[in-house]
T-cell receptor, first 114, second 110 residues
Framework: NAGVTQTPKFRILKIGQSMTLQCTQD?????MYWYRQDPGMGLKLIYY???????DKGEVPNGYNVSRSTTEDFPLRLELAAPSQTSVYFC?????????????FGPGTRLLVL | GENVEQHPSTLSVQEGDSAVIKCTYS??????FPWYKQELGKGPQLIID?????GEKKDQRIAVTLNKTAKHFSLHITETQPEDSAVYFC?????????FGAGTTVTVRA
């Protein structure tokens, strides 16, 4: 198993540009998550999904969109990038269900908006 | 929603000494409490976890304790080594989501 994979590893965007951060997991996990981590800070939940076709907002959803058309993939879309979206983005997944809450993280995507 | 507070924010210990990080949570419905270690430039890695029906769990040099009544849980690292230097995060699971503490930067001095 590759676990949780994210692409790209690093990206520079200009203000107003758009991009999609890709996340894929091959563990057949039901729940998937997107977090952002600003320098020296903790993890803030952007969006999450408890299954294909189901998504919900986390703490900081403004400026982002997600979709979950398959169990494996959970892309994060940034529309009209702003400097405030400069951060490291982590995707994570959980199998879900009774006693299956262990969360596995991807390696992260570093995004710089200039 | 759940609110997790973590202390201290930084911790410097002499190699071989113990390190303790403490967290509190607000929602009594939270039932799973993992601890993550994050090294520079990497994603968080699970190091130990505990469920709400257990009071203590140990794995070699690391241990976690949970006091459900007080809504406290703690990470204990004994015989610290240079490779223990990292940022540590506590978290509480409830309603399909993990809520994270702000992190503790641990530095082990040789």
């Amino acid at each position: 198993n590759a676990g949780v994979t994210q692409t790209p590893k690093f990206r520079i965007l200009k203000i107003g540009q758009s991009m999609t951060l890709q996340c894929t997991q091959d563990m057949n996990h039901n729940y998937m998550y997107w977090y952002r981590q600003d320098p020296g800070m903790g993890l803030k939940l952007i969006y999450y999904s408890v299954g294909a076709g189901i998504t919900d907002k986390g703490e900081v959803p403004n400026g982002y969109n997600v979709s979950r058309s398959t169990t494996e993939d959970f892309p994060l879309r940034l529309e009209l990038a702003a400097p405030s979206q400069t951060s490291v983005y982590f995707c994570a997944s959980i199998l879900g269900g009774g006693d299956q809450e262990t969360q596995y993280f991807g390696p992260g995507t570093r995004l710089l908006v200039l | 929603g759940e609110n997790v507070e973590q202390h201290p924010s930084t911790l410097s210990v002499q190699e071989g000494d113990s390190a303790v990080i403490k967290c509190t949570y607000s929602d009594s419905a939270s039932n799973y409490f993992p601890w993550y270690k994050q090294e520079l430039g990497k994603g968080p890695q699970l190091i130990i976890d505990i469920r709400s029906n257990v009071g203590e769990k140990k794995d070699q040099r690391i241990a976690v304790t949970l006091n459900k009544t007080a809504k406290h849980f703690s990470l204990h690292i004994t015989e610290t080594q240079p490779e223990d230097s990292a940022v540590y995060f506590c978290a509480a699971y409830n309603d399909y989501k993990l809520s994270f503490g702000a992190g503790t930067t641990v530095t082990v001095r040789a």
